[in-house]
């Protein structure tokens, strides 16, 4: 019946084709020989094809092989399909039957299709593969097609001391690269992974003697950076110094002392692991200068002396100070010479480094603290000398040394002795300058050559008012005379005479004043008629002198604040130089040196026994004791020398101050006395 229907199937085709074509019959029809003997399958009895693989199949006449039309059938199309063209695609592994059957079922043809995965392609997921040093992996390739089975695999290393591979498991073994290479059993299809292997640094050290090294300036060496483990893969060194100045690191590790100083060396892996090691660059003291090689300082004075090392960047920069006779000045550990008495000494300064030294000569003065001339300034001849005399305060101050200047050397010239020389006309200031910084002017004027008066010619009768300065009206012949002339008072009780050459009337009258030259070779008369102060015109007087009075006193205050600030500024410095020492008065250091010298006295009798005694241990012990006992003692000895000096200095600056308090007051007086003489009228 299924071979009835098959047919039946055939043929309905055929009966359609037929009735909807025209009359000519197809060649297939008509040219198709019969059947005869039977038919055969082209491929044989047995065909084999892979998965989705196609293969096309024909059935031959057995008589001549001429091709026939048959029908085509497969017995399991789950495993292969056949279309009925012959047409057979693999579906699945298996094995299936295809048939063949004449349109007519007079014959049949048979054969066994087996179908089988056939290998196409291997890759690998990955073409690159990295792997630290004895790692494992498993490399895994694609088949394609996906579902093939049964497929022999062979696997190979290029380089086994990189990796070595066994059924795809791939081992590192060394670092490097290599190829990792799976072929199918034909050959034909091959994959390569590309596998590189690394080791990873773990730790890195510095191949130094020490944390720490020493080198001298100008020196070079380069450092070893040990990588852990040793053959670790491209660890990335990269070298830095935290003082560059001080030594300076290369790409290499080479370093090179650059200053003196210390500076850390320190070198990075790739992954960030470090070592580092401090370098100490040596740089020796070579030499040492003052800033001053010969000073002069007064009694209670300072001066800082600034000592420079060289080279500037030597590693050890201390220095020790030390004077020749520290009564006559004490230094300190800083260089801050302070006078203590007159004299000259050796101030010197020594390295630690090298113990080298450098000195300045100090001379202590008993200096002035003011200077001045005998007069603020004057006149000079053009082509005359003078001599500039200073008047020292205090009366007992010792010579200083000055320094000469004039302001303007064009009008003047002034030598180291104090000569002036005037050159043209002109003003210049004189100045003289003590190593103290204490200072004196004298203004001075350069005149014409003097040409002598001949006469004088006054007004004849003045009236003026008490109190009311006035100015006399002078001509002097000839016109182009420079000698100067001079003003007096026949009575100065009634008239006074300024020293600027005016007169101040002081009470009601009639005087005569008398105008002559400055060589008495000519004079001449004026008669001055005085009229009294109104009451009014005297309360407007007395209140000005009011106003003058307080002036001056307040001026006399502040130059009692002023010398109180100057000595007390001194007193402290030698207050603090006291508060250094190990003790501030003589009981203290009495007391002191007795405990002291009674320990020395004990410390020399348990050494004396211990020499006895043959105790080495402990003669070292006492002798270490009495040592430093002695070296306590001089060092208070030294203490009370410095002390007791400038105990003296205080109490000499503490007199000075009283002296000078003294001469302000006088001063005062002096200037109160001159202000009632000014104002005499009112009194």
Known sequence: MKKICIFLCLLLPLFLFAACGDDEQSPDATDKAPVENGIKIDLGDAVTVGVNETKQLSALNR????KTTVIWSSSDPSIVAVDYDGLLTGISDGSAVITATTPDEAYTATCTVTVSSVLTNIVFENANV?????????????????????VKLTWMSDNPKVATVKDGVVTAVGNGSTSIIVSDESGLHTAVCTVTVTTTVTGVTLDVESDTITMSKGDSRTLAANVIPADASDPGLTWTSNMPDIVEVSANGTITAKAGGAANITVTTANGLQASCTVVVNSPVVGITLDQTEVVIG????????????????????????????SVVNVDNTGALLGLKTGTVEVTVTTIDGNLTATCTVTVINAATEITFDSEGGDLEIGKMMQLIPILTPDDADTPVLTWLSSNPAVATVDEYGNVTALALGESVITATATNGVTATYNLRVVELEIKIDKIIVEGILSVKVARNFNLGVSLLPANCTEGYVITSLDPAMLRVNSDGSLTPLKAGVTTVIVSSKSGAVTEKCVVSIDALTDAER???????????????????DNIASITAKYDAQLAKIDEIIAKLSISSQTEYETKRADLNTRLVDAQADLDQAIVDGDQQMIAVHTATRDALQEQINNLDKDWTTLSLLLKNREDNLTAKSNELANEDARYLTAQNKLKAEYAFLF
């Open 539 to 557: 309360e407007e007087l007395s209140q000005e002198y009011a106003q003058k009075e307080a002036e001056l006193l307040q001026e006399h205050n």
């Open 130 to 150: 990295g792997m630290e040093k004895g790692t494992e992996i498993t490399l895994t390739p694609i088949l394609t097609p996906a579902n093939i089975t049964n």
């Open 299 to 326: 009694v209670g004075e300072t001066l800082q002396l600034v000592a420079t090392i060289d080279p500037a960047d030597a590693n050890l920069q201390d220095v020790s100070w030390g004077c020749s006779d520290l």
């Open 63 to 66: 008589k001549d092989n001429s």
